[in-house]
């Protein structure tokens, strides 16, 4: 009886961890790009916050994509802020996670 107990406890220990290494995902809206020095500027900022992977900035688009590193958590406040203090002006945040 103890020892079921301990292993659902394991398994739910287990479960959690997985779900703490999923991979998040993130597109912000962006307005007030208009070249590709712009882009740069932003994709410069966004790469050095914490956790932060991968970053791409469509301009046409108006979207910056971030992938963050397995298990980090995005602080959309401070992204927001980062994007406002380099000259634009942040939008919609879409998140989506990974599973792996
Ligand atoms: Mo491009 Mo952006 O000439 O602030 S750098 S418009």
Do not use: Y
Not at 25 to 39: P, R, T, V, Y
């Amino acid at each position: 009886m103890k020892k079921s107990v301990l292993l659902l406890l394991v398994m739910f220990w287990f479960s959690t961890v997985a779900a703490a290494q999923g991979q998040q995902n993130l597109e912000i809206d962006i307005s007030g790009m208009e070249c590709k020095f712009c882009a740069h500027n932003v994709k410069n900022n966004l790469s050095k916050l914490d956790g932060v992977k991968q970053v791409t900035v469509d301009i046409d688009k108006g979207v910056a994509s971030l992938v963050m590193a397995p298990g980090k958590q995005a602080n959309v406040e401070h992204i927001k802020n980062l994007i406002t203090k380099a000259g634009f002006t942040p939008g919609d945040v879409r998140m989506t996670e990974d599973t792996p």
